[in-house]
């Protein structure tokens, strides 16, 4: 194994959060989260992000809070859903600002058209969007129709993501979800002709049968569509979390080497059509907001990922959403009944959180600087007290990346170099002191 490939294969997790969703505790509840959002401030803004956790059917790679359906019954009646826990949040929370507003899933057009202008609605007449900034929309192309884009443009989505993972008609086998380049193009089309401009198209390596040239083409036809973002995430094999990836054969998964190979060889096709890298994963067009937002230190990262997303909180909405408040995390009931038995009552749904410390503060700090920036000043981020010497164990953590050429120690100074990025993850992890008394297993590093 390569010393690449052995930093890739030690298991941390994706630093979506700090501390991470693991350690969230059911000591945090309702009353928490209540009084955390009647303590924002009037001007604080808003970040909203309403999750629906229904596919019409399961791709085998899935690590998402999600569950096939057939009918329709149940989806509507979780939209209703859905409108009542705005209400429930409306209420306590007072008309803020939102800047950015965020469907995901699951399948979030699963609603259909009536039940998504509904929703909108609701949050109109909750929340004040006249300044909403993103409004964006995870797409599975394959359900992509014009009647669709029609009622998303009219509710002001201006941003797609488009799932496609890798176009190769064997790897799509695999992973049990078959699209051709032609249904995405035509999906991109229908978008773009509804005035919904910005588009994003996920990729995905390390996926059953997929090899470095899958992964090179996949890159090639995706930039052909010319989407302003393209994001590469490494398919992370959790069946012990995701009961239906054990129907993936764990013999027809790339190597860890391979996998460093295939993100290597992707970025490389971005890189060459202009593509400006974003952190650990993402790469916009130079003139995206992303791309601006990572030039100059402002790229956020939290549940969605990496955004430009200027927001005070972020408020999540529906089953196993979490949500951000300058007090600490809140994470909905996952499952779908409890969620709704409380929503319904004119409760929240909160299962579980953490209230942040103020070490946790400035280690969540240190750790979002090196996932966004690929570098960060310790006594830049916390003041004096966050000085070298305060954290000289994890900087004697970081040894074997320094010594492979992956992390540089200049004074107070942490640097990953270019090479490192891929293993930004590893640098993270060695300022996460949940970690080593973790017992959840993650996925591989790259
Ligand atoms: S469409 Fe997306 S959310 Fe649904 S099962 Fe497939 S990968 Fe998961």
Redesign the pocket.
Known sequence: MTIAALHAARNVPRYTSYPTAPHFDAAIGADFYARWLAELPAASTLSLYIHVPF?TE??L??G?H?KAVRRREPVERYAGRLVDEIGVIGAVAGRHRVVHLHWG???PSILKEAWLERITDKLVSTFDLSALKEHAIEL?PRCVTQPLVRALAGIGINRASL?VQDFAPHVQQAIG?IQSYDVVARAAALLRESGIRYLNIDLMYGLPRQTTEDVIRSADLAVSLQPQRLALFGYAHVPWFKKHQRLIDISDLPSASTRVAQMEAAARVFSGHGYQPIGLDHFAKPDDELAVAARTGRLRRNFQGYTADPADALIGIGASAIGQLPQGFVQNEVDITGYSRLVETGHFATAKGIAFTGDDTLRAAIIERLMCDLAVDLERVGGESAAATRFESEIAGLAPLVQDGLVRIDGSRIVVSEAGRPFVRLVAAAFDKYLAASKTPHSAAV
Do not use: W
């Open positions: 596919c399961l791709c790679y899935c998402c999600t899933g699951g399948t599975d799932g979800r």
